[in-house]
């Protein structure tokens, strides 16, 4: 059976003599790693379309193990990022954590068209000439912290992570990674092994933001360099701690 999909390719992997592994996001299927057979001849027509950083609608016949492409139009190269190595750099490291944040899990169908809504919202954020990037780094943490969520990993930000009574209005917050936020009482009396990350108000609201609302909103809020730093560090060690290993953002 042939089907169409809308899709942004996300990473190629060269295989046997002309053949192709392509990783997709898609808007109806998620992440799906596809094949492109003959793309790497010279002539090959659909190498273009399937190029990483591309945003294609995918037409796909049903394989075995993998489903193969058999014809591709495009609907955006994203041609400012292509022409800068920068920022190429940027958006493929940033598709590999994504890629790794979803190996072991499918995300639900209201999720994975949220994901690529949100990701070609932030393609077209890179895209331009002038990019703000304090506003670029609000959208990439998240989408980060909306993923963190779909997988089942949000700490408690609402209620403390040891307790569950609702959280007080506070100035500052004691916060455990992967657990989540706890209360002045319990720290008190908990053995605590982890490292605790020292959080503002500010920061809580942020999280509070990227855990109900979608990327549009998120996108409006007014953060400092410092807010972001603090953001920053708080999505490395939430992510180290689901991969296993020491991401870089
Ligand atoms: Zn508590």
Redesign the pocket.
């Given at each position: 059976m042939i089907y169409k999909t809308k899709a942004i390719i996300i990473s190629s992997t060269e295989v046997k003599e002309f053949d192709r592994f392509y990783g997709i996001i898609s808007a109806d299927h998620g992440k799906k790693q596809i094949i492109a057979k003959g793309v790497r001849k010279v002539t090959a027509k659909l190498a273009c379309g399937l190029e990483p950083i591309t945003y294609s609608e995918i037409f796909l016949a049903e394989g075995r193990s993998f489903d193969r492409v058999t014809g591709v139009i495009i609907h955006n190269q994203f041609n400012g990022i292509k022409k800068d190595l920068a920022k190429i750099k940027e958006v493929r490291k940033f598709f590999k954590i994504i890629d790794w944040l979803l190996i072991e899990k499918s995300l639900e169908e209201k999720e994975n068209k949220e994901l690529f809504e949100s990701l070609i919202f932030y393609l077209k954020l890179v895209d331009k000439e002038k990019t703000d990037n304090l506003k670029l780094l609000v959208v990439k943490f998240a989408i980060l912290w909306r993923i963190i969520h779909w997988l089942g990993f949000q700490p408690q930000i609402f209620c403390?992570?040891?307790?569950?009574?609702k959280l007080k209005e506070q100035n500052f917050y004691q916060m455990i990674l992967p657990s989540g936020i706890?209360?002045e009482?319990?720290?008190k009396t908990v053995r605590i092994n982890s490292q605790i990350q020292k959080i503002n108000k500010e920061i809580v609201k942020i999280l509070r933001v990227y855990n109900q609302k979608n990327i549009k909103i998120a996108f409006k809020l007014k953060i400092s360099p410092q807010q972001c730093n603090d953001i920053r560090r708080l999505t490395i060690v939430a992510i180290s701690h689901i991969l296993g290993r020491r991401v870089d953002l």
């Open positions: 403390c992570a040891n307790c569950s009574e706890v209360c009482k319990c720290l």
